[in-house]
T-cell receptor
Framework: GENVEQHPSTLSVQEGDSAVIKCTYS??????FPWYKQELGKGPQLIID?????GEKKDQRIAVTLNKTAKHFSLHITETQPEDSAVYFC???????????????FGTGTRLTIIP | DADVTQTPRNRITKTGKRIMLECSQT?????MYWYRQDPGLGLRLIYY???????NKGEISDGYSVSRQAQAKFSLSLESAIPNQTALYFC??????????????FGSGTRLTVV
């Protein structure tokens, strides 16, 4: 099955600096790569995603890049703010018998702390 | 009201007891999932269901069972709870049929402690 590795497990950056979280996946058939943000006491929430036919996607201060050849993808947060402090999870979808994105395999999470 | 509601939010139970965690959704999604979150291990899939008549085991289904009572309801049971089932449990829904939005909607979680 799919295996997703995520690094680093913790990350502290000064407010205003950029943060980068990296993930690798094992299944070359995976074609969907979302990122989730989990705030304290809440469930994970989708913040951005990318499909395998795209190399980069951007949404305001957040961007995701995908390298299919190397099987890795990254989350980039620019101009970090205190409200960016949270746990971030990457994930990859495995293609099932009907080729849908049936279930996600998650990375182990990165605790991001923004230092004021 | 939340799109995905989990009850209870917190539960402490004793070893050997049977416990049920409940999940209901108003998204109208066919697909529902139960994940378990442990520090350093991320989110691991316990069971998932693509419709009312479909139940599938995830990567860590041992010691758990599920019931899909209706499209909107998916419950997780621990038949005989053990301490290493202490974790944060999340229910999620998805509907890949909705265009290109394949994202999951998660509930707020149930923190279960087995003593």
């Amino acid at each position: 099955g799919e295996n997703v590795e995520q690094h680093p497990s913790t990350l502290s950056v000064q407010e205003g600096d950029s943060a980068v979280i990296k993930c690798t996946y094992s299944d070359s058939a995976s074609n969907y790569f979302p990122w989730y943000k989990q705030e304290l006491g809440k469930g994970p929430q989708l913040i951005i995603d990318i499909r395998s036919n795209v190399g980069e996607k951007k949404d305001q201060r957040i961007a995701v890049t995908l390298n299919k050849t190397a099987k890795h993808f990254s989350l980039h947060i620019t101009e970090t703010q205190p409200e960016d402090s949270a746990v971030y999870f990457c994930a990859a979808s495995t293609r099932g018998f009907n080729f849908g994105n049936e279930k996600l395999t998650f990375g182990t999470g990165t605790r991001l702390t923004i230092i004021p | 009201d939340a799109d995905v509601t989990q009850t209870p939010r917190n539960r402490i139970t004793k070893t050997g007891k049977r416990i049920m965690l409940e999940c209901s959704q108003t998204k109208g999604h066919d697909r529902m999932y139960w994940y378990r979150q442990d520090p350093g291990l991320g989110l691991r899939l316990i069971y998932y269901s693509f419709d009312v008549k479909d139940i599938n085991k995830g990567e860590i289904s041992d010691g758990y069972s599920v019931s899909r009572q209706a499209q909107a309801k998916f419950s997780l049971s621990l038949e005989s709870a053990i301490p290493n089932q202490t974790a944060l449990y999340f229910c999620a829904t998805s509907d890949p049929g909705q265009g290109h939005n394949y994202g999951y909607t998660f509930g707020s979680g149930t923190r279960l402690t087995v003593v």
